[in-house]
T-cell receptor, first 112, second 117 residues
Framework: ELKVEQNPLFLSMQEGKNYTIYCNYS?????LYWYRQDPGKSLESLFV?????AVKQEGRLMASLDTKARLSTLHITAAVHDLSATYFC????????????FGKGTHLIIQP | GAVVSQHPSRVICKSGTSVKIECRSL??????MFWYRQFPKQSLMLMAT?????????EQGVEKDKFLINHASLTLSTLTVTSAHPEDSSFYIC?????????????FGPGTRLTVL
């Protein structure tokens, strides 16, 4: 059974600071996704990571993947209030259009 | 990105009634649609995978007789919660993909909030 663990589950930080969210998964996967969810809303796709060593950046967010360690990170640089949201990582087992297994999510609050 | 819609966005019903939720892919033909459930302040849990023209595949612990899924066309899947009870109250989110899409990316609908009284 594929398990996906995120930490921390809750993070309160000040604007301008840097921080990293971690995502560990238990079995080999061919896809790792990061999503953002605002309260009462659905998911917004942030990144898709496909291979070992993959790194993607969009604005103040950067995601990386280490398939050997089964670890992905989402790094936030110089946080701003607008980044407050819940961030989920999700993993696909592979072999066809499989559904995703999600981590529990990291509830991020960025205070001015 | 592709657009997926859900209807209704919010529904309140009495215990014992059935509720149908629609998921539509608006600008592409979805070979596969997924249904997820999210309880308050929790993660998304995959309920079932639905392929057009075939029976849905349910995840372990999901009652197929309670959560009826129909994927009648390449643009529409429906989830019917039969004989709903308060514990079925949740946020239901569908997603859609098609096999030729890069990374098998899933596009998520806006979700349906179900409240059973």
């Amino acid at each position: 059974e594929l398990k996906v663990e995120q930490n921390p589950l809750f993070l309160s930080m000040q604007e301008g600071k840097n921080y990293t969210i971690y995502c560990n998964y238990s079995t080999t996967s061919d896809r790792l996704y990061w999503y953002r969810q605002d309260p009462g809303k659905s998911l917004e796709s942030l990144f898709v990571l496909l291979s070992n060593g993959a790194v993607k950046q969009e604005g103040r967010l950067m995601a990386s993947l280490d398939t050997k360690a089964r670890l992905s990170t989402l790094h936030i640089t110089a946080a701003v209030h607008d980044l407050s949201a819940t961030y989920f990582c999700a993993v696909r087992l592979g072999g066809g259009a499989d559904g995703l297994t999600f981590g529990k999510g990291t509830h991020l609050i960025i205070q001015p | 990105g592709a657009v997926v819609s859900q209807h209704p966005s919010r529904v309140i019903c009495k215990s014992g009634t059935s509720v149908k939720i629609e998921c539509r892919s608006l600008d592409f033909q979805a070979t596969t649609m997924f249904w997820y459930r999210q309880f308050p302040k929790q993660s998304l849990m995959l309920m079932a995978t639905s392929n057009e023209g075939s029976k849905a595949t349910y995840e372990q612990g999901v009652e197929k007789d309670k959560f009826l899924i129909n994927h009648a066309s390449l643009t529409l899947s429906t989830l019917t919660v039969t004989s709903a009870h308060p514990e079925d109250s949740s946020f239901y989110i569908c997603s859609a993909t098609f096999l030729k899409l890069a990374y098998n990316e899933q596009f998520f609908g806006p979700g349906t909030r179900l409240t059973v009284l």
